[in-house]
């Protein structure tokens, strides 16, 4: 009998880019409402934010139906909790719950490549980013889809500490004020725009701070 | 189909019907229109019928690149041969230079053509060139990817010592029922009718051929009725 | 008989070494270089009295816009321009090298070039490289024999037509000719059509985007319009400056003068006749 080989794959690449800045009493999360595959635009209005928890927010680029499943997994596995607990999840504990589903599927992994961020028990911003399998940090600030090879050097070269090795251990937060972080994820959109082809057409921000959680969008270029 | 995955690089072939006919006074030529690239109409109102010397036309398929260059290369053979012989080349002639190239290049063509004139030598002629070379004489030919079905209805239909309207109507409706069965063929239906007296070409829209086995008939495009101003633009 | 003969070296003739090397790597999963692509819109329409060619300006290396406004519309004669999609080496090179010709030609000959002409020495150059030189090219001009407009594909198939679209954008730019082309445009209908389909290329196709650039051939004259829309501006410029105050820190500074690295080893030996 001969071998047979697929001649399709399980997934596709619906682009996009993601970023999240935690800052000492806030949390922006950013991304860009495309939704393409190979050269043609899909929708120009697909969010690819998600609210899981009060204080925990997703976003998520790579294959949409996998960021879909993975979203709908996660939203089952909170209600279980708050029946449970009769509490929203923490953003650490969503971290952790994330990664754990991420991983279940190490051998046919969700192609999602997920930023999540939020407020930790003391009101601080904090960011948690992933690979496709599980494996995640916690970070002041992060970069994840197809713009973000474009997006990360820039944050970094703005928001990185002096040197990882400075003693004492500096915060993780930015010493961004809210209004400053949303400033550069907004630059750094309109600059990742002009150059990656799947970034485009929509901003959404969504920053988390005392009051809550605030949407507002940005006009981006729609070619 | 994933549109995403039009495949623009893929070679352009014609998916293609043609057909060479004699008749008693001279030959007919007909063809379809449609050049493809993958599932992409690249050009619906091409002309596969190519003329090489003023009594000889070619008919060509497969490969858009190899036949237009091959009877690129017969056509300036032909005009240097009939200014060293100081007259007319003749259909045999022509159909035996388009086979020397078809078969001195075969491992690098994809092309079968049919060649059909009238020289006042042996009047009308068709020879096929199919594939790999090989030239056959024949009273009709066909090719192309619609030609598979053709060959039952050219048995029934054919006859020998038509007229040239009985001809041209043969071919007319053959090549409308390939482009009805074949999604390789299409567009309009050009003929070119070859004799003593000289060479006529005809065309035929595409909506103006005979309908066949549950077909459709064509009506205006959606954005002509949306634009028209009748009261009801959506009661097609 | 036992074997005798011996593999000797062969003598001159090509070395093939590079395939072996380039064979193998690919097949350790090592991707050859990727090339400088012009994913595209580029058309073109014969209007009432001449030819219209439209072009976007991105330029992209996969995912990655690498010229925000290139030039797609290349020169081939005064009369001719021709714009490329495919492969932006193999396109420039191609335009190039048949304008030259044609220059050369003009001289030979003293008469203005014929858009055939240019046809011909760009479909027989394609079609010697089986579809290798990745260039697809809408052809238009305006000669002794009127307005011409010819469609060249990379395997050297060429199509003459009133209207034609390519690129990676082509679908798209097709849709909006088959449903407005008619005959006999005004020049101001055709350009307004022409833009109208560049337009529905760069915002319906990754591939293209940025601006319009349009170039106008009538009898004797022709309008080369560079960047005739701009529809695509940047939508967000930071009120705040940017410093980028993180310098390289330089550790230690030391200078080596050349000389004392130069060793002499013995005397060659004396030349001698």
Not at chain 1, 182 to 198: C, G, H, M, P, Q
Not at chain 2, 99 to 126: C, F, S
């Amino acid at each position: 009998m001969t071998k047979q080989q697929a001649n399709w794959s399980p997934y596709d690449n619906n682009g996009g880019s993601c970023v999240a800045i935690a800052g000492a009493d806030y949390c922006v999360m950013a991304a860009d409402t495309r939704m393409s595959s190979g050269y043609n635009i899909l929708t120009r209005e697909y969010s690819k934010i998600c609210k899981l928890a009060d204080k925990a927010v997703m976003a998520s680029s790579g294959f949409q139906a996998d960021v879909n499943a993975l979203q709908k997994q996660l939203a089952a596995k909170h209600l279980t909790y708050q029946h449970q607990h009769n509490k929203q999840m923490s953003c650490p504990a969503m971290a952790q719950l994330l990664s754990n589903t991420l991983y279940y599927k190490r051998f046919f992994p969700y192609y999602a490549f997920n930023v999540l961020g939020g407020l930790d028990s003391e009101g601080k911003g904090c960011v948690f980013t992933y690979d496709a399998v599980g494996s995640y940090e916690r970070v002041g600030y992060s970069s994840q889809g197809s713009g973000s090879t474009l997006i990360m050097p820039f944050l970094d070269n703005q928001l990185k500490s002096p040197s990882p090795l400075l003693l004492p251990a500096q915060d993780a937060v930015t010493p961004l004020s809210e209004s400053e972080a949303v400033d550069l994820v907004k630059t750094v959109f309109a600059s990742a725009t002009e150059r990656d082809i799947y970034t485009g057409d929509k901003l959404e921000i969504v920053v988390l701070n005392a009051g809550g959680i605030h949407r507002e969008y940005m006009e981006l270029r729609k070619d | 189909m994933d549109l995403g995955k039009v495949n623009l690089d893929a070679p352009h072939s014609m998916g293609t019907t043609i057909i060479g006919v004699t008749y008693n006074g001279g030959v007919v030529l007909g063809a379809d229109s449609r050049t493809s690239t993958g599932v992409y109409v690249a050009n619906r109102a091409s002309d596969k019928i190519t003329q090489l010397t003023d009594n000889v036309f070619v008919c060509r398929s497969g490969s858009a690149a190899d036949s237009q260059i091959v009877s690129d290369y017969v056509r300036y053979f032909l005009h240097q041969h009939t200014i060293q012989l100081g007259q007319p080349a003749t259909v045999k002639v022509a159909a035996n230079l388009v086979r020397l190239l078809a078969y001195n290049n075969k491992n690098m063509l994809q092309t079968g053509m049919i060649v059909g004139g009238w020289d006042k030598y042996e009047g009308g002629k068709i020879y096929g060139v199919p594939l790999g070379g090989t030239i056959i004489e024949q009273p009709f030919s066909i090719g192309g990817s619609g030609s598979s079905y053709l060959y039952g209805f050219f048995d029934q239909a054919w006859k020998e010592g038509m007229t040239k309207d009985e001809a041209e109507q043969l071919v007319v409706k053959a090549v409308s029922l390939a482009i009805a069965r074949d999604g390789a063929s299409g567009g309009v239906v050009r003929t070119v009718i070859i004799n003593s007296e000289g060479v006529t070409r005809n065309f035929y829209p595409g909506d103006k051929l005979p309908l066949w086995h549950e077909e459709l008939e064509p009506h205006n495009s959606l954005l002509d009725i949306l634009n028209s101003t009748s009261p009801e633009p959506m009661n097609i | 008989m036992s074997q005798v003969a011996v593999e000797a070296p062969p003598k001159g003739g090509f070395s093939f070494d590079l395939c072996r090397r380039n064979g193998m790597l690919s097949k350790k999963g090592v991707p050859p270089p990727s090339y400088r692509k012009t994913g595209t819109t580029i058309v073109g329409l014969i209007f009432q009295d001449g030819v219209i060619l439209g072009a976007d300006t991105r330029a992209t290396e996969g995912p990655i816009v690498c010229d925000k406004n290139c030039e797609k519309i290349h020169y081939m004669a005064p009369n001719i321009y021709c714009c490329g999609a495919g492969t932006a080496a193999d396109t420039e090179a191609v335009t190039d090298m048949v304008s030259s010709q044609l220059q050369l030609h003009r001289y030979h000959t003293g008469r203005e070039s014929r858009v055939v002409t240019a046809l011909t020495l760009l479909k027989s150059h394609l079609f010697k490289y089986q579809g290798h030189v990745q260039a697809a090219l809408v052809l238009g001009g305006v000669d002794a024999n009127g307005p011409h407009l010819h469609t060249i594909y990379p395997h050297g198939s060429t199509d003459t037509l009133p209207f034609a679209t390519m690129g990676s954008g082509s679908l798209a730019a097709m849709s909006v000719f088959e449903s407005k082309y008619r005959e006999g445009l005004t020049k101001e209908e055709g350009i307004k059509l022409v833009c109208e389909a560049i337009c529905s290329g760069i915002f319906n196709d990754l591939g293209s985007g940025s601006n319009v650039d349009v170039c106008v051939i009538t009898k004797g004259q022709k309008e080369y319009l560079r960047n005739h829309q701009l529809p695509n501006p940047r939508t967000y410029v930071s009120s705040k400056r940017f410093s980028f105050p993180k310098k390289t820190e330089v550790l230690l500074t030391r200078i080596t003068p050349l000389k004392e690295m130069v060793e002499v080893i013995g005397g060659g030996d004396i030349m001698e006749e």
